[in-house]
């Protein structure tokens, strides 16, 4: 089954790096200096920041469904990165280094399946939700933190 990771546009957070600490703030947003690799991933290029760079980490909704599963949670954003476009079948190491739980879900936003795997087994387990009939699409999360990654589609 051919796939493709979708990152988040980056047009919605550009404008974080102008903001100062008390508008960050009034948006419940943090700004943060990386020290540690990885540990900071981003959702817009889906690559784990390196030491030094600045992140964003922001509350975000990544499941609008109208359903019981319409779900947000926190993520990091690196400043001033394009959105990855990646090839199908591609999973990014910022994913394949990590565990991960994907969740399936039919066109409605209703959840119809899920897996936990190593990030290295993510494309195999994606094959396999995909060939489940009711499966749209899927979010992938960080297992550890329960947040979300990233969303998967046909390609």
Known sequence: MSFRIRALPAAPFAGLSGLDEAALSARLIKRLMVDTYPGYPCRVSLEDARPGETVHLLHYTHQ??????????????????????????????????????????????????AEVTDGIDVAACIGTLFRHPSTDYIHLHFAKQGCFAARVDRA
Not at 83 to 111: H, Q
């Open 64 to 113: 609008e469904a109208e359903t019981p599963f319409r779900a947000s949670h926190a993520i990091y954003v690196r400043d001033g990165v394009a959105s990855a476009d990646l090839p199908p079948g591609e999973v990014p190491d910022m994913i394949r280094r990590r565990i991960i739980s994907l969740r399936a879900f039919d066109a409605d936003g209703m959840m119809v399946n």
